[in-house]
């Protein structure tokens, strides 16, 4: 019910989408889809609440979290690859048209959203700079976050909507993952030596 409303929504905009024409989408009364949802906007709500930048570290969801300590880059490119997964899905394609379509970019305070989000992310930065990963004074976990996602998101932006063709979405998903082996090599350091390895070098036995 949510997927047809979000791809009338996308088409027509959230104004030129009426309560009928979703029930006549999905093939229900206006009752019976009033009996679900008490509005249009919480149909709109419903349809978009997995899709927005809030949802970035969902990404974190499938991946195995012992590989963040075991395998940094690894990690985050498989965390990029995953959220390009889910940004790239014909769900997060509308998504994406919706919100430049009827400029609700600026609209549904996405920057604040985006700034949690990055915030959220920035626990994993700070953890890497905990244990040595990254050095310390590199920049705030957040500002890190943002280097790496921010790019991304323009990405997503300008390639991943509705209307772009597989060419331009294969060619958006490398530039992203360009990115993000330029983001590994100039952020992360190798893991220190264990002591224990340092100190027999340095003792010549």
């Not at 959230?14 to 009033?34: D, Q």
């Not at 940094?72 to 998504?95: E, I, K, M, Q």
Request: net charge negative; glycine share 8%.
């Amino acid at each position: 019910m949510v997927d047809a409303a979000l791809r009338l929504f996308a088409q027509k905009g959230y104004a030129g989408t009426s309560i009928r024409a979703i029930a006549r989408e999905v093939g229900l009364s206006e009752s019976v889809l009033y009996a679900h949802f008490p509005s249009k906007q919480a149909i709109f709500d419903a349809a978009v609440s997995g899709l927005g930048p809030q949802r970035l570290m969902a990404g974190r969801d499938g991946l195995d979290p012992e590989l963040a300590d075991r395998d940094p880059a690894r990690y985050l490119r498989a965390l990029v690859t995953s959220v390009l997964d889910a940004w790239d899905s014909p769900n997060g394609r509308l998504f994406i048209s919706l919100m430049v379509r009827d400029g609700l970019v600026h609209e549904m305070d996405l920057g604040s959203t985006i700034a949690r989000s990055m915030e959220e992310a920035g626990g994993l930065f700070q953890h890497w700079i905990d244990t040595g990963r990254i050095p310390a004074g590199l920049g705030r976990p957040a500002d890190l976050a943002w280097a790496l996602f921010g790019p991304v998101g323009q990405a997503r932006l300008l390639w991943l909507h509705a209307d772009a063709d597989t060419e331009s979405r294969r060619a958006a998903r490398e530039r992203c993952m360009r990115h993000t082996e330029l983001f590994i090599r100039a952020v992360f350091r190798e893991p220190p030596e264990p002591k224990d390895v340092v100190d027999h070098d340095r003792s010549g036995h």
